[in-house]
Protein backbone atom coordinates (compact mmCIF):
# COMPACT_ATOMS: atom_id res chain seq x y z
CA UNK A 1 0.00 0.00 0.00
CA UNK A 2 0.90 3.42 -0.68
CA UNK A 3 2.74 5.37 2.04
CA UNK A 4 0.50 8.36 3.39
CA UNK A 5 3.52 10.50 3.65
CA UNK A 6 4.56 10.03 0.19
CA UNK A 7 3.97 13.97 -0.05
CA UNK A 8 6.93 14.89 2.40
CA UNK A 9 9.99 14.28 -0.26
CA UNK A 10 13.31 12.75 0.58
CA UNK A 11 15.63 13.87 3.50
CA UNK A 12 18.72 15.14 2.85
CA UNK A 13 20.80 12.27 3.91
CA UNK A 14 18.70 10.24 0.79
CA UNK A 15 19.05 12.91 -1.64
CA UNK A 16 22.71 12.97 -0.75
CA UNK A 17 23.13 9.06 -2.66
CA UNK A 18 20.90 10.46 -5.64
CA UNK A 19 22.34 9.98 -8.75
CA UNK A 20 20.01 11.44 -11.64
CA UNK A 21 20.00 12.69 -15.34
CA UNK A 22 17.77 15.24 -15.85
CA UNK A 23 16.68 16.08 -19.46
CA UNK A 24 14.29 18.01 -21.64
CA UNK A 25 14.37 15.24 -24.75
CA UNK A 26 15.58 11.83 -25.38
CA UNK A 27 17.99 13.05 -28.43
CA UNK A 28 21.29 12.32 -27.66
CA UNK A 29 20.81 11.03 -24.06
CA UNK A 30 22.67 7.69 -24.90
CA UNK A 31 25.82 9.25 -25.26
CA UNK A 32 26.05 11.10 -22.07
CA UNK A 33 24.04 7.67 -20.47
CA UNK A 34 27.28 5.51 -21.00
CA UNK A 35 29.84 8.09 -20.05
CA UNK A 36 27.79 8.33 -16.61
CA UNK A 37 27.18 4.85 -15.91
CA UNK A 38 29.79 2.30 -16.81
CA UNK A 39 28.32 -0.93 -16.87
CA UNK A 40 24.77 0.63 -18.63
CA UNK A 41 24.85 -2.50 -21.03
CA UNK A 42 24.75 -5.09 -18.33
CA UNK A 43 21.89 -2.97 -16.16
CA UNK A 44 17.82 -3.65 -16.65
CA UNK A 45 16.38 -0.23 -17.54
CA UNK A 46 12.54 0.41 -15.79
CA UNK A 47 11.46 2.40 -18.53
CA UNK A 48 7.80 3.89 -17.67
CA UNK A 49 6.03 5.46 -20.51
CA UNK A 50 2.66 6.62 -18.88
CA UNK A 51 3.38 10.83 -19.18
CA UNK A 52 3.50 10.00 -23.35
CA UNK A 53 0.05 8.37 -23.51
CA UNK A 54 -2.12 11.52 -23.13
CA UNK A 55 0.40 13.69 -25.71
CA UNK A 56 -0.44 13.41 -29.43
CA UNK A 57 2.93 13.22 -29.84
CA UNK A 58 3.36 10.20 -27.27
CA UNK A 59 4.71 7.94 -29.68
CA UNK A 60 7.69 9.11 -30.39
CA UNK A 61 8.69 9.01 -26.65
CA UNK A 62 8.14 5.72 -26.41
CA UNK A 63 9.91 4.62 -29.73
CA UNK A 64 13.17 5.15 -27.80
CA UNK A 65 12.55 1.86 -25.58
CA UNK A 66 12.56 -0.20 -29.04
CA UNK A 67 15.51 2.09 -29.96
CA UNK A 68 17.90 1.63 -26.97
CA UNK A 69 17.33 -2.57 -27.39
CA UNK A 70 18.80 -2.24 -30.57
CA UNK A 71 21.88 -0.72 -29.23
CA UNK A 72 22.05 -3.36 -27.03
CA UNK A 73 20.36 -1.98 -23.76
CA UNK A 74 18.16 -4.48 -21.42
CA UNK A 75 14.76 -2.37 -21.52
CA UNK A 76 11.61 -3.64 -19.11
CA UNK A 77 8.87 -1.24 -20.29
CA UNK A 78 6.78 -0.81 -17.17
CA UNK A 79 3.19 0.09 -17.63
CA UNK A 80 1.53 1.62 -14.02
CA UNK A 81 -1.49 0.78 -15.05
CA UNK A 82 -0.79 -2.39 -14.67
CA UNK A 83 -1.58 -4.80 -11.96
CA UNK A 84 -0.14 -3.22 -8.61
CA UNK A 85 2.29 -5.73 -7.48
CA UNK A 86 3.47 -6.76 -10.97
CA UNK A 87 4.53 -2.82 -11.26
CA UNK A 88 5.81 -3.05 -7.97
CA UNK A 89 7.67 -6.45 -8.32
CA UNK A 90 9.12 -5.09 -11.78
CA UNK A 91 10.33 -1.37 -10.83
CA UNK A 92 12.11 -3.32 -7.86
CA UNK A 93 13.60 -5.56 -10.27
CA UNK A 94 15.14 -3.05 -11.95
CA UNK A 95 18.87 -1.31 -11.82
CA UNK A 96 17.73 1.83 -13.37
CA UNK A 97 15.04 4.03 -14.38
CA UNK A 98 13.85 6.14 -17.01
CA UNK A 99 10.42 8.10 -17.16
CA UNK A 100 10.11 9.35 -20.48
CA UNK A 101 8.29 12.78 -21.66
CA UNK A 102 4.45 13.50 -21.70
CA UNK A 103 2.10 15.44 -19.93
CA UNK A 104 3.19 15.80 -15.98
CA UNK A 105 0.12 15.63 -14.36
CA UNK A 106 -1.11 12.49 -16.20
CA UNK A 107 2.45 10.84 -14.87
CA UNK A 108 2.45 12.38 -11.33
CA UNK A 109 -1.08 10.61 -11.15
CA UNK A 110 -0.09 7.68 -12.84
CA UNK A 111 2.67 7.48 -9.85
CA UNK A 112 0.35 8.10 -7.42
CA UNK A 113 -2.10 5.20 -7.98
CA UNK A 114 0.60 3.22 -9.03
CA UNK A 115 1.37 3.49 -4.85
CA UNK A 116 5.27 3.21 -6.33
CA UNK A 117 5.78 6.68 -5.21
CA UNK A 118 7.92 5.73 -1.99
CA UNK A 119 9.25 2.80 -3.79
CA UNK A 120 11.24 5.02 -6.25
CA UNK A 121 12.29 7.48 -3.41
CA UNK A 122 13.64 4.45 -1.97
CA UNK A 123 15.25 3.01 -5.31
CA UNK A 124 16.87 6.61 -5.57
CA UNK A 125 17.77 6.73 -2.04
CA UNK A 126 19.96 3.88 -3.08
CA UNK A 127 21.80 5.41 -5.62
CA UNK A 128 20.08 3.49 -8.33
CA UNK A 129 20.07 6.33 -11.46
CA UNK A 130 17.18 7.71 -12.30
CA UNK A 131 16.63 9.40 -15.76
CA UNK A 132 14.28 11.68 -16.36
CA UNK A 133 13.06 13.16 -19.62
CA UNK A 134 10.79 16.31 -19.74
CA UNK A 135 7.66 15.54 -17.94
CA UNK A 136 9.64 13.15 -16.37
CA UNK A 137 12.36 15.75 -14.90
CA UNK A 138 9.70 17.77 -13.57
CA UNK A 139 8.24 15.57 -11.81
CA UNK A 140 11.24 15.20 -9.87
CA UNK A 141 10.71 18.62 -8.14
CA UNK A 142 9.27 18.98 -5.17
CA UNK A 143 5.54 20.29 -6.23
CA UNK A 144 4.81 20.65 -10.02
CA UNK A 145 2.03 23.09 -10.49
CA UNK A 146 4.30 25.63 -11.64
CA UNK A 147 4.65 23.48 -15.37
CA UNK A 148 0.97 24.37 -16.00
CA UNK A 149 1.76 26.72 -19.03
CA UNK A 150 3.08 24.11 -20.66
CA UNK A 151 0.75 21.02 -19.74
CA UNK A 152 -2.34 21.22 -19.47
CA UNK A 153 -3.82 20.10 -16.55
CA UNK A 154 -6.40 17.37 -17.35
CA UNK A 155 -9.31 16.43 -15.13
CA UNK A 156 -8.50 13.60 -14.00
CA UNK A 157 -5.27 15.05 -11.97
CA UNK A 158 -7.62 16.63 -9.36
CA UNK A 159 -6.93 13.28 -7.91
CA UNK A 160 -3.87 14.08 -7.01
CA UNK A 161 -5.36 16.68 -4.44
CA UNK A 162 -7.54 14.74 -2.91
CA UNK A 163 -6.68 13.87 0.99
CA UNK A 164 -3.55 16.44 0.64
CA UNK A 165 -2.67 17.91 4.08
CA UNK A 166 -1.63 20.96 2.10
CA UNK A 167 -4.27 21.56 -1.25
CA UNK A 168 -2.80 24.41 -2.14
CA UNK A 169 -0.22 22.87 -4.44
CA UNK A 170 0.38 19.59 -6.20
CA UNK A 171 3.90 17.63 -5.02
CA UNK A 172 5.98 15.70 -6.74
CA UNK A 173 8.53 13.44 -6.07
CA UNK A 174 10.41 15.38 -4.70
CA UNK A 175 13.85 13.82 -5.52
CA UNK A 176 15.55 17.67 -5.83
CA UNK A 177 14.60 21.09 -4.70
CA UNK A 178 15.40 22.21 -7.80
CA UNK A 179 12.30 22.81 -10.69
CA UNK A 180 13.43 21.69 -14.07
CA UNK A 181 11.84 23.70 -16.77
CA UNK A 182 12.58 22.12 -19.82
CA UNK A 183 12.65 23.37 -24.11
CA UNK A 184 13.81 26.27 -23.08
CA UNK A 185 14.41 28.16 -26.45
CA UNK A 186 12.31 25.17 -28.61
CA UNK A 187 10.37 25.44 -31.37
CA UNK A 188 6.94 23.52 -29.83
CA UNK A 189 7.69 24.81 -26.24
CA UNK A 190 9.71 27.61 -25.93
CA UNK A 191 7.14 30.18 -25.33
CA UNK A 192 5.93 28.32 -21.99
CA UNK A 193 9.23 27.81 -20.91
CA UNK A 194 10.14 31.29 -21.07
CA UNK A 195 6.90 32.57 -19.36
CA UNK A 196 7.50 30.27 -16.43
CA UNK A 197 10.86 31.43 -16.16
CA UNK A 198 10.41 34.77 -16.39
CA UNK A 199 7.74 33.93 -13.54
CA UNK A 200 10.18 32.66 -11.20
CA UNK A 201 13.07 34.21 -12.26
CA UNK A 202 13.75 35.53 -8.69
CA UNK A 203 13.81 31.94 -7.34
CA UNK A 204 16.94 30.06 -7.88
CA UNK A 205 15.50 27.19 -7.94
CA UNK A 206 13.92 26.89 -11.24
CA UNK A 207 16.44 25.65 -14.08
CA UNK A 208 15.94 26.20 -17.71
CA UNK A 209 17.22 23.04 -20.17
CA UNK A 210 17.48 24.09 -23.55
CA UNK A 211 16.41 20.68 -25.81
CA UNK A 212 20.29 20.00 -26.21
CA UNK A 213 21.17 19.95 -22.30
CA UNK A 214 20.70 17.65 -19.51
CA UNK A 215 20.99 18.30 -15.55
CA UNK A 216 23.13 15.55 -14.14
CA UNK A 217 22.91 15.27 -10.02
CA UNK A 218 25.55 13.36 -8.19
CA UNK A 219 24.43 13.56 -4.88
CA UNK A 220 24.88 17.00 -3.89
CA UNK A 221 26.76 18.40 -7.07
CA UNK A 222 24.61 19.55 -10.25
CA UNK A 223 25.79 20.40 -13.68
CA UNK A 224 24.75 21.15 -16.74
CA UNK A 225 25.93 19.09 -19.86
CA UNK A 226 25.16 19.30 -23.78
CA UNK A 227 24.02 16.47 -25.58
CA UNK A 228 24.86 18.25 -28.94
CA UNK A 229 21.99 16.66 -30.68
CA UNK A 230 21.59 17.48 -33.94
CA UNK A 231 17.49 17.01 -33.66
CA UNK A 232 17.02 19.28 -30.74
CA UNK A 233 17.68 22.31 -32.94
CA UNK A 234 13.95 21.03 -34.86
CA UNK A 235 12.07 20.28 -31.36
Not at 83 to 94: F, I, S, Y
Not at 97 to 125: E, Q, W
Not at 194 to 210: M, N, V, W
Amino acid sequence: MEQSNDSAGMDAASRGRCRMLLASAATGLLPLMRAWVDDLDARTIAFIPNASFVERYGFTNRMVAPWWRTQGLHVRVVDLTGRRADVLAQLDGCDMLYVCGGNTFHLMRCLRGAGVVPLIRALVARGVPYVGESAGAVVTAPDIDYIEPMDERREPAATLRRHMAAPAWTPGLGLVDVHIVPHVGGRLLGAPADAILRAHAADPTYIGLRNDEALIVDGGDMRRVRTRSVLSRFM
